[in-house]
């Protein structure tokens, strides 16, 4: 059995991808295939083309909704931001695909701690927000099959990360630990799952003291 793992990449961010791909591979076991969602290569192959400059808070705001169609529209895939440290088996989180559903993910419902997220970029808040970040796609779901490589370019970011094209009923729920926003919720007893560093994690020079900053650093001494 094979995972494809789709992870946002971006140039501010690279030792956040070194992270999230070097604790991902750890504690797989099973093979896993991470494909980056690197914006320039794309637009070199004539799948992206929109002119976000400056428009995004990361250069993956859309290209995470072409997984359907690099995934061939078929099997189960995960997107997952570029900001995660995992400390758990990717394969616990693909057991609890269903297919019953066209896409699952952890159904956060906040408003955001902090006015600034990042490196200064301002926070916005918006319903089902974080939800995109990460999605495990049933890509081969017939409500899927519309999700066009031109998406990506063509539609609003209120339509793609609010998934406008899926009733309510097609959208399953994934548990909390599989998505913990730090910041954006009480430090648990026990380390979660997955670490999303949402508001910006030590590769940040005003992230030094987030929660799990030094589990983030010890991982970065080891991928990096």
Not at 71 to 99: G, K, M, P, V
Not at 117 to 139: E, F, H, I, T
Not at 158 to 181: K, M, V
């Amino acid at each position: 059995m094979t995972h494809n793992v789709y992870v946002g990449w971006d140039s501010r961010e690279t030792d956040a991808y070194k992270v999230c791909v070097g604790s991902l591979d750890q504690y797989s076991s099973e093979k896993t295939d991470i494909i980056p969602l690197i914006q320039d290569d794309l637009r070199e192959r004539g799948l992206y083309a929109r002119d976000d400059a400056g428009k995004c808070s990361t250069e993956f705001t859309y290209t995470r909704f072409l997984v359907p169609y690099l995934n061939n529209y078929q099997d189960w895939a995960l997107f997952i931001d570029c900001d995660f440290l995992f400390t758990r088996d990717i394969s616990e989180l693909f057991n609890l695909a269903d297919d019953k559903y066209a896409l699952m993910c952890v159904q956060h419902d906040y408003a955001p701690n902090a006015k600034i997220k990042m490196d200064g970029q301002k926070q916005v808040a918006y319903p089902r927000k974080n939800w995109s970040s990460c999605m495990l796609w049933n890509c081969g779901h017939e409500l899927n099959r519309q999700v066009k490589k031109e998406w990506a370019n063509t539609e609003s970011g209120a339509f793609l990360h609010r998934f406008q094209w899926l009733p309510d009923d097609a959208i399953g729920s994934l548990p909390l630990e599989w998505n913990w926003l730090e910041g954006e919720y009480d430090k648990p007893n026990k380390i979660p799952a997955v670490v999303h560093y949402t508001n910006g994690g030590p590769w940040f020079e005003n992230c030094q003291n987030v929660d799990y900053a030094d589990e983030w650093r010890q991982a970065f001494e080891k991928f990096s």
